[in-house]
């Protein structure tokens, strides 16, 4: 039986097959993304999984909608399994926006799943990174997420060789859009049209934009132009303050696809262009007034990290760590007749914090060396009965081969951890 | 908007609501989780959420099936989130079996999902700690696995005043049931209606067992009997050798609703019985062979531990934490001319390894000191600029109080950890 098209398995390493993914890289992945979050300050929430279908169908972004998996439940309620985090964030802020101090800086770590037509490699689920700033309607809130963003990638590995963030406005591109007479009703339109320039061709960018009475060349001029609104200067002057600021760059080429962002955008690509986007934000101001029906108007902001892009590039630039079971000690059990009291030494050394292993079943002790060395233990411990009768172990550190004589508490004294 | 009934929030704490549940606590236990299995070796897998439907309808075992969330996907597949891990681990296990020496340890922590219908407070989503060891026949996996399930437990504080693991077995069910006489093709409502004892009156169990032409008394004297069987023995002493023995004992009620079961089954109880189980499990030898058509046949065992009823007993016997956002330094901004200095302390103490949060904007010193208390952070620090221009930072305990006056560099080497 095979698992669904587009899903992952997560093995441990080493990986079996090149068709599964590491469950260690994963695992790591998602405890420096944790990390380097509360560092800065932010708290983790989840939701569920599954939401009402109506939760997606609320606001407008038609280009999610289509690729929803969703279905009618048992009781006929209309559900779909989450594509991203921005509404459940928005529901669940505005539940509860009053018994929290804002402004409210959440993260969290969600599976998303959208149903894209199958293409090489394109897959159906992700993780994603989502840290969101609710309630601050200060451009501080805006570099913060950045900060963090960039911070995320450098606690990778990542340096500003290997990734930037490019910095764009919704305002500044809403700005364009009124002084060049664009009709409201079709902003949208046009966002979608930048959104896809570079990656449709000239004169299909070209036919896009004049349908809606707009120039090419007074587009790619503004984007060429590049120059900071008072906006993104005070955002470019805050991270250079951090000392971040050879991390961002302003490029107007970024719009962002959803429909729901009104104020500062952003993506962080690899330098190389190798890769998608590996981050992507901004903010969405109107959207937790939208979902809570306008019972809550709050501010807000985020991005999202999937973690299919940061894996694959962290993977080419060699930064993903080998993995193994990060044992402390084997056990070896090679007098059958010592087996309860080697149990007892696993019991206490693992009672002490060390990751301990040992032959389930009775082995000869040759094979059972060779296992240690396959699991990469940094020590074998071999319990032996005395001429006198008491117990001793022979410590090995698999690394030096060098060997002490110890008793079993002195053993477990040894190897404790903190 | 709502929710889905059934479904959870996880919000930070201090919780906003009693109807929604703490990510922290959440996330306390399964870093706990995850610790106590990795020192017992095994290693985690994930698979996806949702599988093939068939994945669960191919073995038997109809009361899960009956309360999937099962539904056509959009390419027209019968799928299903997953109501169980177990399934997913032997399929996985099944495609890449040769490529893992034996025995396989691993662990995941899947939610898991099951549309029951609604009673107070049952929930459709659960998280759960699956743990599981294929390949190894002896009896000596099944202890390792009761070890870890007690360490598990002990881990978060719970002691052998507070649960106690009951032991039984199919087997010895299954001899029982052919000594006296039961048709094969009967078994599976037999081990349903021993489940089922002490959990429906008297005369319904009498009726049912008659119906299959046994007696309850015969049932009821074997169980009071409780011998152990020479597995169980086996097992009892090898957990006595690690200093065990206090946690499980003997109580052939247990058999486990399952159909897949072999062998060995448990299940962990609060010791009040004001709960339902805490975990349980037990050998499955022919499911991989099942799952796999009959390409892969490896013995396995394995149990799950549920997050609600653990949450539930932990939070009963005083024994879950409180949490907050673990901060180390509130960065005051008091004068606004040095928010870029102040930017650059926060930065530099984040890249240190320091949880900080600050001011994002501009705000009276009283109420940044104020939050800085509720925020329970360890430090507050102040940056100033002396006389003699250089910038220095008062740097305070708020545990005691004491400040000190240090410069930013001496600060950061103060604070940062690790």
Redo the contacts between chains.
Sequence with gaps: ?????G??????EPL??ED?WS??A??YLFDRW?GTA????F??????????L??YT?KSGDEIVGQL?N?????N?A?S?RPEMTPTLA??V???A????K?IK?FAIP?L?R?ERQQKGRLR?HFQLNAD?IG?P?L??DA?ML?LLI?VLRGLGLTSEDFCVRLSSRRAWHEFYVHHHGEPGQAYDFYQAIDKLGRESTEESRKKLGAIGFQLDAVTSFINEGRPTPDLQAIL??LN????GEFVKVDYHVIRGLAYYTGVVFEAFDKKGEFRAIAGGGRYDNLVKL???NKVDLPALGFGMGDVVLLELLKARGLLPRFD???DVYCLIEDEML???S??L??DL??A?????YP??PAKPDKQFK?AL??KCAFTARLERAAAGNLLVKLKDLATREERILTPAEVVQTMAKG
């Design positions: 039986m095979e698992r669904l098209p899903f992952r398995d997560f093995y441990p079996p097959h599964v469950a260690d994963r695992q944790r509360r560092r800065y300050g708290r983790e929430y989840d939701g569920p999984p599954l939401e009402p109506e939760l609320t998996y279905f009618a439940d048992k009781g309620r559900v399994l529901r669940m505005a539940a509860h009053r018994n929290y101090r402004p959440w599976q799943f149903y689920e700033i601050e200060d501080s809130a913060e900060a911070d002057d805050n303050a951090r000392g971040l979902i809570s029906g079971a990060g044992l087996r309860g009291e149990l007892r696993v019991q693992r009672g914090g060390c990751a301990v292993e389930l079943a296992r396959e699991l």
